[in-house]
């Protein structure tokens, strides 16, 4: 089974930048497409950002193109994702989940693609 483990939330203001790392063990990292989701209270888990086994391919929300990042470390068995100009909001939980795929370049982007999640890091921006 694999395991995730998030990290880097806490409290930023609005325009600042924040990184958020996921650290994966328990299976071999290769294997598994990666994504980041968020959360915020009353409403549903959605998409922030994935990526593909390869790391050649990735996905972003739209409210997110162009000012956030995925990546992925083999050498450190991690995946990161940052973002900059970060907008006021309601505190969100970001959560990183995994996936196996058989192709090392499809990245999923729906919940219901990854059976396997962290426990989520909180985040919150205040203007």
């Known amino acids: 089974q694999v395991q995730l483990v998030e990290s880097g939330g806490g409290s930023v203001q609005a325009g600042g930048s924040l990184g958020l790392s996921c650290a994966v063990s328990?299976?071999?990292?290769?294997?598994?497409?990666m994504g980041w989701f968020r959360q915020t209270p009353g409403k549903e888990r959605e998409l922030a950002a994935v990526i593909s086994r390869s790391g050649r391919n990735t996905h972003y929300t739209d409210s997110l193109e162009g000012r956030c990042t995925i990546s992925r470390d083999s050498t450190k068995n991690t995946v990161s994702l940052q973002i900059n100009s970060l907008k006021p909001d309601a505190p969100a939980v970001y959560y990183c989940p995994a996936t196996a795929t058989i192709s090392r370049w499809y990245a999923p982007t729906t919940l219901a693609d990854f059976p396997s999640w962290g426990q989520g890091t909180q985040v919150t921006v205040s203007s």
């Open positions: 328990g299976r071999t990292f290769s294997d598994y497409a």
